[in-house]
């Protein structure tokens, strides 16, 4: 070998060196900076992961729980190099979400990338300003007055299905809420009907549900993140063609409602499944402001829209499915706070089973006051992360930027010193009286700041108009206790089981 050669390899090899022990000089820093707070054993390589790698699907929440209580209120993980720090107070919890500095999500979000790509949810930066100021008008609430006479469509198909239940030894509510739920979001979303009740959509919501597990699964196991190694596991090729699914339902509807949209302005009337297509074609979906937005000159890219689409698809439909169940599960559990927002149904409908108005969903004070109670319980989404990008100081503790900052909206909901008697299920916790004693950031199941769930509004009226219809026409009864129910927490909370309900018929004027 010639001596320059040798030289300049010398010379290139001293040099990654060099920029390895920086590195690692900067790593051990954060490291010593994070290590003063207190966290579970971490051991080299892996982090705190090891005890999960264990543990059972229906073990995985409740040890997280578990180690929150005993580090209680701010502590530390690892997931192999990657610092996490937990926070549970609402003024701690504050100084992240208020910020406008701290909006990007945490690295772990990347897995819902091949997913979602870079939507609303897991989008940053410039793009995620100017998508979400592009989409905001979507939730306006003359558009959502629209969406209403969905829900209420939606709803009515619901009770019909529900119907054979009446005086079973029990069933899974679980999977008739999510079709009707990804009934509402196709159709207000996207303006097409699936037709998920009638079991149209199920290959989707399989593989909705398989890509939640994966993810959460990869997600605690440091061996599966990269993407070369994942690829080959079976896993990986699970993912594949669930992505097949999930990205082949939506890039038909994109096209069908494109198509759509020509036709109806060159004037032509297009309703090839019938009667459904040119109704849904009146209301203003979510994907036609999209379409015109790019009309408009604000181009979106085919691949733009295919990626809000599924984070449209995955937040809207997943989330208020699981807040649904659990209202009901708690419902189930409670006869006499069933009763009440029976006796508010009444009073409201006077016996008559017709859709529900804005109006009407705006006189449902107390269920209004259920829907919230449960979702402090049971938030659908029980956690949230940032990467932080500045150092920021919480709780006297110095958190160096680069960090991992995990929300934890479900340990934050059972502050004693914000709600007494922090299990109860108590819906008066949100009499306005109550609300405004406690700490803004004490109760926070849509997020707050300026990342906070844009789609609240409308799945508070989703959520109304589903359990009204429920409530007027069944009533309910759990046939499992809280403590008998598995959490499963897969970027929804779920119950492992489902929601076992039993159902008797109420005196309401069916058709
Ligand atoms: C009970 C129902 C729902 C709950 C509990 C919920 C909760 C949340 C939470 C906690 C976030 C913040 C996530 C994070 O920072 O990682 C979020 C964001 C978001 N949600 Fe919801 N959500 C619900 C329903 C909906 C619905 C119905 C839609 C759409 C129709 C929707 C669309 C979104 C979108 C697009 C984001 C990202 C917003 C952004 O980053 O700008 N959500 N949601």
Not at 158 to 185: H, M, N, W
Not at 384 to 406: F, Q
Not at 452 to 460: D, E, S
């Amino acid at each position: 070998m010639e001596p320059i050669t040798v030289f300049l390899a010398a010379g290139l090899i001293g040099i990654a060196v060099l920029i390895l022990l920086r590195a690692d000089k900067k790593k051990s820093e954060v490291a010593s900076r994070v290590n003063k707070l207190r966290g579970p054993t971490n051991y080299p390589i892996l982090g705190t992961a090891p005890p999960l790698i264990f543990l059972k699907r229906n073990e995985i929440f409740k040890y997280v729980l578990t180690i929150s209580r005993v580090f209680s209120p701010i502590f530390r993980t690892w997931t192999g190099r990657i610092p996490q720090v937990h926070l549970q107070r609402p003024e701690d919890i504050e100084v992240i979400l208020r910020s406008s500095e701290h909006l990007d999500k945490a690295h772990f979000y990347r897995f819902l990338h091949q997913w979602l790509g870079t939507g609303l949810l897991t989008s940053t930066g410039q793009k995620w300003h100017t998508h979400r100021k592009m989409i905001t008008p979507t939730f306006h609430f003359k558009i959502l007055d629209n969406f209403v006479e969905v829900f209420s469509e939606k709803s009515e198909i619901l009770v019909r299905k529900l119907q054979k239940e009446v005086g079973s030894q029990g069933f899974d509510v679980y999977p008739y809420i999510t079709k009707c739920a990804l009934d509402i979001i196709c159709e207000t979303a996207m303006g097409t009907p699936i037709y998920a009740q009638d079991d149209r959509g199920s290959d989707y919501v399989k593989a909705v549900y398989d890509m939640s597990e994966i993810i959460m699964h990869r997600m605690l196991r440091p061996w599966l993140h990269p993407d070369f190694i994942f690829k080959f596991t079976t896993l990986g090729k699970r993912t594949d063609q669930c992505l097949r699914v999930l990205h082949g339902f939506t890039n038909r509807v994109i096209q069908e409602r494109k198509a759509s949209l020509q036709d109806s302005t060159r004037g032509q009337t297009f309703a090839p499944s019938g009667e459904d297509i040119s109704i849904a074609k009146k209301r203003k979906a979510f994907l036609d402001l999209l379409l015109e937005a790019s009309v408009d000159g604000v181009k979106l890219t085919d691949e733009e829209l295919r990626e809000e689409v599924d984070t449209f698809m995955f937040e809207g439909h997943d989330t208020t499915s699981a807040g649904l169940s659990w209202a009901l599960f708690l419902l189930g559990l409670h006869p006499h706070i069933q009763d009440r927002a029976y006796q508010e149904q009444k009073s409201i409908f006077q016996g008559s089973d017709r859709p529900a108005t804005m109006k009407d969903l705006n006189e449902m004070k107390y269920l209004e006051r259920v829907i919230k109670e449960s979702l402090r319980l049971y938030p659908s989404v029980p956690g949230i992360a940032r990467t932080l990008k500045k150092d920021v100081k919480i709780a006297g503790y110095d958190i160096p930027s680069e960090c991992t900052i995990l929300v934890q909206i479900y340990v934050l909901h059972r502050n004693p010193d914000q709600f007494p008697d922090p299990e109860k299920f108590d819906p008066d916790n949100f009499l306005p009286e109550r609300a405004s004693k406690r700490h803004p950031y004490a109760y926070i199941p849509f997020s707050a700041g300026p990342r906070n769930c844009i789609g609240q509004k409308f799945a508070l009226l989703e959520e109304k108009t589903v359990l009204s219809y429920i409530l007027r026409h069944y009533k309910l009864r759990s046939l499992d206790k809280r403590e008998d129910v598995a959490l499963l927490s897969e970027l929804v909370l779920r119950p492992e089981n489902g929601v076992r309900l039993g159902l008797s018929l109420r005196n309401v004027g069916m058709k």
